[in-house]
Each structure stands twice: as C-alpha cells, then as structure tokens.
Nanobody, 116 residues
Framework: QVQLVESGGGLVQAGGSLRLSCAAS????????MGWYRQAPGKQRELVAE???????NYADSVKGRFTISRDNAGNTVYLQMNSLKPEDTAVYYC??????????WGQGTQVTVSS
C-alpha cells in the first residue's frame, strides 16, 4: 500500500501565497508521475499541475505563471507553490501519484480558501 500525506492548505487573502506538500510512503517501487488536482463546490475535479519522473511539467491554463510544481531529490514528495492566489482558486486540493506496478493513489485533500 501507498500512503499520501498532504499539508499546507489554509486561508489566504487574494494575491497571497501558499505552498502545498505531499509525501508518499509505503510500498513504492518507483513513482511515474505526481501532481495536484482540485475540486471546487459544484464543479468537477480538474488537473492543476503534474510532474513526470523525468521532470517535465504540465499546468492548467488557469494557473500558468502563478503556480509551480516540483519534486524533491528522492522523488517521493511533491510541492505546489501557489502565488498570486485568486478567489477562484478556492477548492479542495488533492495530491495524485502514479506508482509503477501499483497504480494511482490520491491524498485525502486539503482545503485552500482565498478571500477577496
């Protein structure tokens, strides 16, 4: 089994910053990709950003230039630096990990609230 522990959510004013972290542990052969999704009330879950094992990244158009995804050297922790936050960024953010020979795993979610 794989466990994901998220941290870093909270309440921030518009224009502020937050940094999310997600640490993966357990039966991990290797990690193919890591990323963050978010789900706002009444909306579908959407991809925010993802990073592959080779380091390539992909971002939702709505966060390009404001959010940065990264991984630690060991490759088992993923970060999401969120700058210039907007009220429309308010959502529950979920960590997502693809583990080789195991499958997809999701974190429990962390609330991000941006006040105007």
């Amino acid at each position: 089994q794989v466990q994901l522990v998220e941290s870093g959510g909270g309440l921030v004013q518009a224009g502020g910053s937050l940094r999310l972290s997600c640490a993966a542990s357990g039966s991990i052969f290797s990690i193919n990709a890591m990323g963050w999704y978010r789900q706002a009330p009444g909306k579908q879950r959407e991809l925010v950003a993802e990073i592959a094992s080779i380091g390539s990244t992909n971002y939702a158009d709505s966060v390009k230039g404001r959010f940065t995804i990264s991984r630690d050297n060991a490759g088992n922790t993923v970060y999401l630096q969120m700058n210039s936050l907007k009220p429309e960024d308010t959502a529950v953010y979920y960590c997502w990990v693809v583990v080789t020979r195991s499958g997809d795993y999701w974190g429990q979610g962390t609330q991000v609230t941006v006040s105007s």
